[in-house]
């Protein structure tokens, strides 16, 4: 009986022919992306006017001073409550459902004015409402969707 511990040889793993395939990898998708601009389609887009293609009617325009007054369309609503702005969003609205409530407040209008636009939309059934702001600069007004 030999009881001696044998001695095994360590298995040894060569990572050079591996380190030579993942150049070749890396090679071959360096050469393959620089080609693959050249195969690219050309395309000429159209222009379009985006002033001419934005479909007012759609549009109701909701004004809210500074002291919590409302114009829908510029014509000005008398009474302030949630029922009577809705009334006139929905006489405004001749795009029906489609149309879109810009609410433009001034920026020191009260926040329960501003609301009480979005109820009365809500009422109108009209469910797509953008804010009109104007830039830091304070030139033109933009809007920023909601």
């Not at 990898?25 to 006017?49: G, N």
């Not at 001419?52 to 001073?65: L, N, T, Y």
């Not at 926040?111 to 804010?131: C, P, W, Y």
Request: charged letters at 20%.
């Amino acid at each position: 009986m030999n009881f001696r511990p044998r001695h095994r040889d360590e298995p040894e793993i060569n990572l050079i022919p591996f380190i030579d395939v993942l150049l070749v990898v890396l090679i071959f998708l360096m050469l393959s992306t620089t080609y693959s601009k050249f195969t690219e389609l050309q395309l000429t887009l159209p222009v379009a006017d985006a002033e001419q293609q934005r479909d007012r009617p759609k549009e109701i325009i909701v004004s809210v001073a500074s002291d919590g007054r409302y114009a829908v369309n510029k014509q000005t609503v008398n009474d302030r409550s949630v029922n009577t702005v809705a009334a006139a969003l929905s006489g405004a609205a001749s795009a029906g459902k489609d149309s879109v409530v810009i609410i433009s407040a001034d920026a020191n209008a009260p926040h329960q004015s501003v609301v009480t636009v979005m109820e009365a939309a809500r009422h109108a059934g009209l469910s797509q409402i953008t804010f009109a702001t104007q830039p830091s600069g304070g030139s033109t007004g933009s809007r920023g969707t909601h």
